[in-house]
């Protein structure tokens, strides 16, 4: 049957102890030393057979320690047991019955609590190794095994008078395929006492632990592991593992919100759109387009959609313009390099040419000044070029644009086209449209 548990007495600078009858308990049965034949591997990797077994003997050697520490604490009370019974009876001691009395004194105190911390230690430990031998131990299963552990573990807090010297214990730190088992495979009874120890041992550590095991016996691992490597504790590995596979989840989510607009176009509905008609911005804030080109839409709460082109280029565009394209996005980012604004001069070239029709009806410009506004030609951007002392080459370069569509490049793109004129020119182009809003503004006033 079960042990019968008396109230908890103290000693003297030690923990509290439990009483704990008969002297045959339960112990044996609860703590078993695993062997090589219940650990069963897989055929696709036998490689891992001797690893198991390196696994498996450090496991063992924390049974075998946390057994002979719960013998201890047996003998202790059994020990307690009898000086009480002695009290009691209230009889006069020998010199051999002191000697008796002092041996029994000294075996009935508990351990340190530098001890009671080395076995919780332990068992720490031993949940983490459980956790990496768990693929590969047949019987006992899991849960069992874990049952086992959580049996002394229980008594270990009742015997410490609560889960406070359990619960502060740091190192070693538990790993995070460690918790998740606990989680999915402990007992209800079992979970209780395993929440009750707090965070340092129901959360994960995001750094290797560095605790090294000292057994009782004296036995270390090996230096070199089956392979002939240097042996290297199971559960850093375990930790060193675990934060390789957080940061190939880093890299697999990083990768996730380049392509955010493209895998969540079902759960959130379109974000990318087809313009119908061509667009020549007509200042700075719009985005010209062309008919066909995609656009992601960032904000479509008012009447002019802010949008983004697949150049990094935002600006608004109007909504009457766009429609919904679902099954489309962007292409493959391409670099910002020469030849990517080059094709953008050729764009907004396409743009002149098909708005050239539109301002033929208002008659030929023949500007009489270097000014330029939104409707001026390419030939006005050449003149202007050419009267504010470009090089031939800035001429030959942006002459192609007309006025809106030059007034629409940012000084990073004129910079990249014109690495010695890039930042003049958009230095000119600033004063140029201050001047136009002045005007404008004048307009207004007038009217």
Same mark, same amino acid.
């Given at each position: =049957? ?82 009480? %019974? ?90 995070? =395929? ?69 940061? %190939? ?149 942006? =002459? ?21 004129? =890039? ?25």
């Amino acid at each position: =049957g079960r042990c019968q548990q008396t109230p908890p007495r103290s000693c003297p600078g030690g923990p509290q102890v439990l009483e704990l009858l008969p002297k045959n308990s339960l112990w044996v049965d609860w703590l078993f030393i695993l062997n090589l034949g219940q650990v069963c591997v897989s055929r696709r990797n036998v490689p891992s057979l001797l690893k198991c077994a390196e696994l498996v003997e450090i496991l063992n050697h924390c049974f075998e320690d946390l057994e002979k520490f719960i013998a201890r604490l047996q003998q202790a009370a059994e020990a307690k047991s009898i000086l009480d %019974q002695r009290s009691k009876k209230k009889s006069r001691s020998t010199k051999k019955g002191s000697k008796e009395s002092d041996f029994l004194t000294k075996k009935a105190c508990p351990p340190s609590e530098e001890e009671f911390t080395s076995i919780f230690q332990k068992i720490k430990y031993s949940l983490c190794l459980l956790h990496r031998l768990q693929a590969s131990i047949a019987q006992p299963s899991p849960s069992e095994l874990l049952h086992h552990v959580f049996l002394p573990l229980q008594l270990l807090v009742n015997t410490t008078g609560g889960t406070t010297m359990a619960a502060s214990v740091v190192s070693p730190g538990m790993t995070k =395929g460690a918790v998740a088992m606990l989680q999915n495979d402990l007992t209800a009874e079992n979970k209780q006492l395993w929440t009750s120890l707090g965070t340092n041992w129901t959360s994960p550590w995001s750094v290797a632990s560095t605790y090294t095991p000292v057994f009782l016996d004296g036995w270390q691992p090996p230096k070199c592991d089956s392979t002939g490597k240097i042996f290297q504790d199971p559960i850093q590995l375990q930790f060193k593992h675990e934060a390789a596979m957080e940061r %190939q989840q880093t890299r697999n989510d990083n990768l996730l919100v380049l392509h955010f607009k493209n895998s969540l176009n079902s759960l959130m509905g379109t974000k990318y759109y087809r313009c119908s008609y061509d667009f020549v911005a007509r200042n700075n804030s719009e985005l010209s387009v062309l008919q066909g080109e995609i656009l992601a839409v960032i904000n479509s709460t008012k009447r002019w959609w802010k949008c983004q082109n697949n150049y990094d280029q935002i600006g608004f565009v109007p909504y009457n313009i766009l429609e919904p394209a679902p099954d489309q996005h962007f292409p493959e980012k391409p670099k910002v390099h020469l030849h990517t604004l080059f094709h953008l001069l050729q764009t907004k070239r396409k743009l002149a040419e098909k708005r050239a029709s539109v301002h033929e009806a208002d008659g030929p410009s023949t500007p009489t000044s270097p000014q330029l506004n939104y409707h001026s030609q390419p030939t006005e951007v050449k003149a202007w070029l050419t009267a504010k002392g470009f090089s031939q080459e800035a001429v030959h370069s942006l =002459g192609i644009l007309n006025a809106a569509q030059l007034f629409s490049l940012t000084e990073e793109e004129l910079s990249t086209v014109l690495p010695e004129e =890039g930042s003049s020119v958009y230095s000119n182009i600033l004063i140029e449209k201050a001047l136009l809003e002045d005007i404008r503004k004048a307009s207004e006033q007038q009217a």
